[in-house]
């Protein structure tokens, strides 16, 4: 992974899709396209500014490329749960599947009806929404009861599945069959052939949704050509930086709730994406509520400690340090914090809100606003220093037997000093 110029985490901003449609009656291998359908060159897929910005970028890279490489932020999108197994089910669908609507499906998949789905990656609420977009898309309330079969890959044998794909329409023009957990069919020969088979020749009025997390490290067959023969849809791991505005994002579009911006860094930080446990029948959520609501939160969380060095109150970042690097945060991941930071300023600096937002990954766009008015308390010339500063320390906390504290927090002190002597 590496770090970008905009996004604290380079590896999967804004939940882009990665999208493989094959062409009807065709086998071409899948192509890197946006969620628009578009082609994309590669350093886009990760978030990467095809374009330099300004003064900033030589420094900036010089950064950015001497920064370790860190692990990925979370195994999926946070508070994603995996339903119960069952070989068929009927039962009644949940009440927040009501609130589902075709803006869950990527645009590949918006205007397409019957054949196979291949949702596969490690968003699991992505996945399960997509599922229901799916389903809703195919069958009204009128039929979906005779229509909509549920099975399990870690429960279902190969010769019930067999027979449920094979069923006809009820009275409809589509049935939909959702297997979840496709692969714990991936051991038996039996089920591979037998899903297989209707995968690559699905049979006429059959919609048929496959929702798979490929085991890590796995380069089975099997998978392949269910990405290769359906309409393959990637749903890529949140970056740690994308949770809040996902989460301010989903509440006002899905659950009409407004989130103030503190209180979606809070949640991110504790509990990621699980808003069920305290939202219920509130219209806004705000940071008291969170509190309030028994959500064990950082003492000191790491997205406002940036902004208090963006807002220059250095005595209170300063203190606040000994804090944050106590609940586990490393030096290297702060310089990596502090230099996406300091090049949105510096690009707000240059160009203003509208530039930065225009370059910002689509989760990370509220953010704008905030740093732009940051930005106006620095010069260009005090935000050059600083990424050279950043620099020096990342390379003495690979050097030197001192602590990480110690490094970040001789940065600290000698910004401060050169902005009181400004």
Request: proline share 6%; hydrophobic share 45%; aromatic share 6%.
């Amino acid at each position: 992974m590496v770090p970008d110029a905009l996004g604290e985490s380079s590896g999967d901003h804004a939940r882009a899709h990665r999208v493989a449609v094959p062409a009807r009656g065709a086998s071409s291998p899948s192509r890197e396209r946006d969620a628009g359908g578009r082609t994309v060159p590669a350093e886009a897929c990760f978030g990467l500014p095809t374009r330099a910005v300004g003064r900033l970028a030589r420094v900036a890279l010089r950064v950015l490329a001497s920064v370790t490489a860190l692990p990925a932020a979370g195994q999926g999108t946070p508070g994603a749960h995996r339903p119960k197994p069952l070989a068929v089910s009927r039962t009644p669908l949940p009440p927040e599947i009501i609130r589902v609507s075709n803006c869950d499906l990527p645009p590949a998949l918006a205007a397409s009806r019957g054949g196979v789905f291949y949702l596969h990656g490690e968003d699991q609420f992505g996945k399960d929404a997509a599922v229901w977009a799916l389903v809703f898309a195919h069958l009204d309330e009128a039929t979906r009861d005779f229509n909509l079969d549920r099975l399990s890959g870690t429960d279902v044998d190969p010769e019930t599945m067999a027979s449920i794909l094979a069923t006809p329409p009820m009275m409809a023009e589509w049935r939909v069959v959702v297997i979840r957990e496709v692969e714990g069919l991936a051991a038996s020969k039996h089920a591979r052939e037998a899903l297989l088979d209707v995968v690559k020749a699905p049979p006429p009025g059959l919609a048929l949704v496959l929702n798979c997390t490929v085991p890590s490290g796995s380069r089975a067959k099997f998978y392949r050509e269910l990405a290769k023969f359906a309409q393959a849809v990637e749903f890529r791991a949140f970056a740690e930086a994308d949770v809040p505005g996902w989460i301010m994002e989903r509440a006002k579009n899905v659950h009409a709730v407004d989130f103030d911006v503190d209180a979606a860094q809070a949640l991110g930080a504790a509990i990621g994406t699980d808003l069920a446990e305290f939202v219920g029948d509130r219209a806004n959520v705000s940071l008291a509520d969170v509190e309030a609501a028994g959500t064990r939160l950082p003492s000191q969380d790491r997205w406002r400690w940036f902004d208090l060095v963006g807002e220059r109150q250095f005595l209170k970042a300063r203190h606040s340090l000994s804090v944050l690097m106590a609940q586990g945060e490393s030096g290297v991941g702060l310089v990596i914090g502090l230099t996406t930071q300091f090049l949105r300023l510096g690009i707000a600096a240059e160009g203003g809100a509208r530039e930065l937002e225009a370059v910002l990954p689509p989760h990370q766009k509220w953010l704008a606003k905030s740093v732009n008015a940051q930005a106006k308390r620095w010069s260009c010339a005090e935000i050059d220093e600083a990424l050279e500063g950043l620099l020096r320390a990342d390379r003495l906390l690979k050097a030197s037997p001192h602590t990480d504290e110690h490094f970040v927090e001789e940065w600290l002190l000698a910004t401060m000093v050169r902005a009181e002597a400004a």
